[in-house]
């Protein structure tokens, strides 16, 4: 039996072997309030049977109360390729495995660390024995807790937007909308992505049609906000959102239609530029500004309002409205063209470049950046060629990290991606099927039917742990000391070079790259 310890970035396929310097011992950092993981691997010349992983700690240190300790078994998904891709991760409850590995196969399990706020820091070791039908197999663990802290994500200054499904669930799995079915289970969306720092929640206008809203015979709008206030007390409740985004009202890319709600609560379009149009969104946001202000929401709410515009007088058409009706909502989009992005960051005070835009033209948004705008980037399915960035199944596992790392490198305060749960139909371009061409871009998480949950990935854990990275970089910029900033500064450029194209997917470079970071952030806290 082989067994031996990987870093959190590899991506480990079930052809793995060990290397000449493999460590059966690791050592993994972390700051506080903070996930660290590491994967053991154990692969065999026979078939063999894990039945348990037992994570135990030993030495005389322990971890203050809120530590967490959970183990998921790493699953492999086969496309079209003919690779089975590992991704999607199954959390192992009691640490029960009951996993059948082939001969000649590696299997990954990954154990997952939580860091409370106020830990010691210090080593705290930890060993993790791999029960076998062949024997028991052991390993260590040390994790180095620094003096660092993770801001919690409704506090980071670094934002991050998934839009997601409200369907919530494949419809197999039977939850409908706005049931308390449908509530609970957007609850358990709100942990999840309060673990994956994911704090800025996009907010559709369903929720006040679905409510009762509608227009009325005298061609004015009654706005029911029944559910949309219970939606944004949700995930400010359980601590998961900083902001909310409102949806784009208006048709994608092309933006010749404005989708309004009619008579009876009804779905409408009105074409763009039309006293229809005009008036239904002078009415909603209007509307918006008074009923944030009244519940003290105002200051964190933002606003999409097409989606990848290819041109750009629709989208200034409405901006221009809602800037008049609601002048304390502020406005931005996706971008995924640079001419659209040369005349939309004119006057936007926010924009969302998509990262081979950003690239094609940096200086577009630094003079936005320069009149006092914020620039976030995002990626959507493309750039697709294997030099660039992405969130993709078949790209490096470490690149879904250090997006988050070249996103404060060129100066951006957020990052947006489409897909949470766009799991697809089977025939999707973007799903887990087999013939997708953008594999796994469109979720981050798995659905779980039988147990109406969400599983996690190894892309989800990665992003998770990026953030954690960007918060730490934006406390340091934050701060006072000028050597601490400077330092920030020449790592960012050492590792990912002011672009997305300009990085390393080597662990062990990045593993050097985090201790560095993690150093110079403990020196924002005291001794």
């Not at 299997?107 to 024995?129: I, L, M, N, S």
């Not at 409205?321 to 659209?340: F, N, R, W, Y």
Request: with cysteine; aromatic share 12%; net charge neutral.
């Amino acid at each position: 039996m082989q067994i031996w310890l990987e870093r959190s970035t590899e991506q480990i396929f079930g052809n793995a072997r060990p290397g000449k310097d493999s460590p059966d011992i690791l050592d993994i950092h972390a700051a506080r309030n903070s996930y660290a993981s590491a994967q053991i691997v154990v692969r065999n010349l026979e078939p063999f049977t894990v039945e348990k992983i037992n994570v135990r700690r030993i030495g005389a240190r322990a971890m203050r109360r809120g530590s967490k300790v959970r183990i998921f078994r790493q699953e492999y998904t086969t496309y079209n390729d003919r690779t089975a891709y590992p991704d999607k991760l199954t959390e192992l409850r009691g640490g029960k495995a009951k996993t059948a590995v082939k001969a000649h196969c590696a299997q990954v399990f990954r154990v997952d660390f939580y860091v409370p706020d106020g830990a010691k820091p210090g080593f705290y070791q930890y060993a993790a024995t791999v029960v076998t039908d062949k024997g028991d197999f052991t390993v260590e663990i040390s994790l180095i807790v620094h003096r660092a802290t993770v801001n919690p994500p409704a506090e980071s200054a670094f934002g991050h937007e998934y839009f997601f499904n409200t369907q919530l669930l494949p419809k197999k799995a039977g939850v409908k909308m706005f049931t308390e079915e449908w509530w609970e289970l957007l609850g358990h969306y709100a942990d999840v992505m309060r673990e994956l720092r994911n704090n800025t929640i996009c907010v559709s206008a369903s929720l006040l049609s679905a409510a009762g809203s509608c227009k009325l015979p005298d061609g004015t709008y009654r706005f029911v906000w029944d559910y949309f206030d219970r939606y944004v007390n949700l995930f400010i409740d359980r601590g998961a959102a900083r902001g909310f985004t409102m949806s784009a009202i208006m048709q994608s890319v092309e933006g010749k239609a404005v989708y309004a709600i009619g008579e009876n609560g009804k779905g409408v379009s009105y074409d763009t530029f039309s006293p229809e149009a005009e008036e239904y969104i002078r009415a909603l946001y209007t509307a918006l500004e008074a009923h944030l202000k009244e519940k003290g929401w105002d200051k964190i709410f933002r606003s999409h309002i097409e989606d990848e515009p290819h041109t750009t007088e629709g989208w200034l058409w409405a901006d221009k409205i809602i800037l008049e009706a609601a002048p304390s909502i502020v406005t931005g989009e996706p971008l995924d063209m640079i001419e659209s992005a040369r005349v939309i960051c004119e006057t936007a005070k926010w924009a969302v470049p998509r990262i081979n835009v950003h690239d094609e033209d940096q200086s577009v948004f630094k003079k936005m950046i320069g009149r006092g705008g914020e620039l976030w980037l995002y990626s959507c399915c493309f750039p697709e060629e294997a030099w660039w960035l992405n969130k993709f199944v078949d790209l490096p596992v470490i690149r879904s990290r250090l997006m988050e790392w070249a996103c404060i490198d060129v100066g951006a305060k957020g990052f947006l991606h489409w897909g949470f749960n766009y799991w697809g139909d089977g025939n999707s371009l973007y799903g887990f099927n087999a013939d997708a061409r953008f594999k796994g871009d469109g979720a981050i998480v798995y659905p779980n039917v039988r147990r109406k949950k969400l599983d996690l990935s190894a892309r989800f854990m990665n992003t998770r742990d990026g953030l954690q990275d960007a918060d730490l970089f934006m406390q340091i910029f934050a701060s006072d000391n000028e050597e601490l900033k400077a330092d920030a500064l020449s790592l960012l450029k050492r590792t990912t070079g002011g672009n997305f194209t300009t990085f390393s997917d080597n662990s062990a470079l990045f593993e050097h790259s985090y201790g560095t970071l993690l150093h110079i952030a403990d020196g924002l806290w005291p001794k």
